[in-house]
């Protein structure tokens, strides 16, 4: 079945940075586009980012636009956030998710999510 693996977070203080990765396998990576939402206590999921199936397109939620990129490498199968200038609203469980068909919004398979706590 479909994998995908997150990795990278942890504690950082406000306005550091996090590089985040999203390990995918058991399907065919590069054919789907992918996103990254995450989820602070007590709220609900907040989608964060997506990007095409093969890297050439990208699109952020308003918080986050001009501090995170997200990227992917279709030959290593993996997904990448990279987080600068972090926030302590940033703080969350983050996770990857894949596109059920390419037409946003539709997520059918999530990864276990990565804690990213940035606090002083």
């Known amino acids: 079945e479909v994998q995908l693996v997150e990795s990278g977070g942890g504690l950082v203080q406000p306005g550091g940075s996090l590089r985040l990765s999203c390990a995918a396998s058991?399907?065919?990576?590069?054919?789907?586009?992918m996103n990254w939402v995450r989820q602070a206590p007590g709220k609900g999921p907040e989608w964060v980012s997506v990007?095409?199936?093969?890297?050439?397109?990208?699109n952020y939620a308003d918080s986050v636009k001009g501090r995170f990129t997200m990227s992917r490498d279709n030959a290593k199968n993996t997904l990448y956030l990279q987080m600068n200038s972090l926030k302590p609203e940033d703080t969350a469980v983050y996770y990857c998710?894949?596109?059920?068909?390419?037409?946003?919004?539709?997520?059918?398979?999530w990864g276990q999510g990565t804690q990213v706590t940035v606090s002083s």
């Open positions: 998710a894949k596109e059920r068909s390419n037409q946003g919004y539709e997520y059918d398979y």
């Open positions: 058991e399907f065919t990576f590069g054919n789907y586009h």
């Open positions: 990007i095409n199936s093969d890297g050439g397109a990208t």
